[in-house]
């Protein structure tokens, strides 16, 4: 049977596997919203990557609270029983210190595909936030960068993820030291990541802010490539119209970088999967 939201799958797109739901009180639609969104697109996968709960009240206004971990699972598994498209369990997991004593045995206890790490605050301070953008006013570009892939740094460290979210967050709002800054700072995280196996993400939300390129840029791209580091896509989207948006783009910039590969995950296992042909 044919239903309006049962298409082929062309397999000219990879899979997004970074996605969030109206449970984060920042984002609109259900799982099912999104993976009806994906199906329209042809979609290979989709990952469900709702920001984690974290305890002690951390910024609950961006994430769901713990006691709602049990909705998220059934709105997902809801997702998965239409069977129309691979379905990824999955969350996207902050980074902050101190976390690990808690994050360590929440991610062990669930059946989870895929974990996002990434670093959204630097102390308190969400420098990625619209409405927390004065701070920046205050600080040094540098320091901000500096700090940021310090945390990133024991964030790979940890080996509790699988993926780096948006791995040049900093550059959101515009604010970039020099290209041989970044570098500086990089490549000792990129050799982290090398090392521990784990995968970054070509994250296409970075087009719609200042940066107005995706995360990361293609410098840090082809530095990761020749590391060996593997790729995954994430729309990164907020609303459902947003699954698996300029991916193509993404995978020529993935192309361009060297890669002709791209990682799938299933049970925290990755496997290795030629890119989709180009469309054009
Ligand atoms: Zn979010
Ligand atoms: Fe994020
Ligand atoms: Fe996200
Ligand atoms: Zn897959």
Known sequence: ????????????????????????????????????AAVEKGLPAIAFTDHCPAPDGFNPEH???????????EWVLQAERENSCEVLFGVEADYYRGCVEYLEPFLASQPLDIVLGSVHYLDYWKFDNFDEMRAWEDTHT???WVQYFTLL???VDTGLYDVIGHFDLPKKYGKRPPLERIREY???????????????????????????EM?????????????????TFGSD?????????????AVRLAREAGYSESAHFKHRQKTHHPLPRMLR
């Open 215 to 231: 995360y990361p840029s293609p410098n840090i791209l082809r530095w990761a490539q020749e590391r060996g580091i593997s790729i």
């Open 153 to 155: 740094g024991e964030l």
């Open 63 to 73: 994430r769901m609270q713990m006691e709602e971990f049990e909705i998220y699972r």
């Open 142 to 144: 540098e320091e901000v």
């Open 1 to 36: 049977m044919v239903t309006s939201h049962m298409k082929t799958t062309t397999n000219d797109l990879p899979p997004d596997y970074h996605t969030h739901s109206s449970l984060c009180h920042h984002a609109t639609g259900k799982p099912i919203d999104y993976l009806h």
């Open 237 to 249: 989207a907020h609303t459902p119209e947003h699954v698996g948006s300029d991916f193509e783009d």
């Open 186 to 212: 990089a490549l000792p995280v990129l050799d982290k990541i090398a090392h521990q196996d784990m995968a970054i993400e070509i994250n296409i939300s970075g087009l719609y802010h200042v940066a107005h």
